[in-house]
């Protein structure tokens, strides 16, 4: 099983980036699919994340309402959609796949089946 993360980049304040995740080596949509992030001196803490089909989300209340996730099950493919970025949003970025989808799990630090490589976003004041 792979999940690889791409899209991070340096960007300024108020701007923006898009993450995609491709996962192979699993049925994907039989997996929800969710964002963690790693801050520097930091646990990682859960960001986002989507069912099954794609139609239902959920979100840490740090980025609701500035991020969007999406998912593209033809293409196996989970997107973060990141707008309005805050120098406090910079961390290493991972995507991750499970089979139950329970928020009250990621929120508690558990739940996850699989991990990807993150990607690094940087954003500067």
Same mark, same amino acid.
């Given at each position: =099983?792979?999940?690889?993360?791409?899209? &991070? *980049?340096?960007?300024?304040?108020?701007? @923006?980036?898009?993450?995609?995740?491709?996962? /192979?080596?699993?049925?994907?949509?039989?997996?929800?699919?969710?964002?963690?992030?790693?801050?520097?001196?930091?646990?990682?803490?859960? =960001?986002?994340?989507?069912?099954?089909? &794609? *139609?239902?989300?959920?979100?840490?209340? @740090?980025?609701?309402?500035?991020?969007?996730? /999406?998912?593209?099950?033809?293409?196996?493919?989970?997107?973060?959609?990141?707008?309005?970025?805050?120098?406090?949003?910079?961390?290493?970025?991972?995507?991750?796949?499970?089979?139950? *989808?329970?928020?009250?799990?990621?929120?508690?630090?558990?739940?996850?089946?699989?991990?990807?490589?993150?990607?690094?976003?940087?954003?500067?004041?």
């Amino acid at each position: =099983v792979q999940l690889q993360a791409s899209g &991070g *980049g340096l960007v300024r304040a108020g701007g @923006s980036l898009r993450l995609s995740c491709e996962v /192979s080596g699993l049925t994907f949509s039989d997996y929800y699919m969710s964002w963690f992030r790693q801050a520097p001196g930091k646990e990682r803490e859960f =960001v986002a994340s989507i069912s099954t089909s &794609g *139609g239902s989300t959920y979100y840490a209340d @740090s980025v609701k309402g500035r991020f969007t996730t /999406s998912r593209d099950n033809a293409k196996n493919t989970v997107f973060l959609q990141m707008n309005s970025l805050k120098p406090e949003d910079t961390a290493v970025y991972y995507c991750a796949a499970d089979k139950v *989808g329970d928020p009250r799990n990621y929120l508690r630090g558990y739940g996850v089946d699989y991990w990807g490589k993150g990607t690094q976003v940087t954003v500067s004041s």
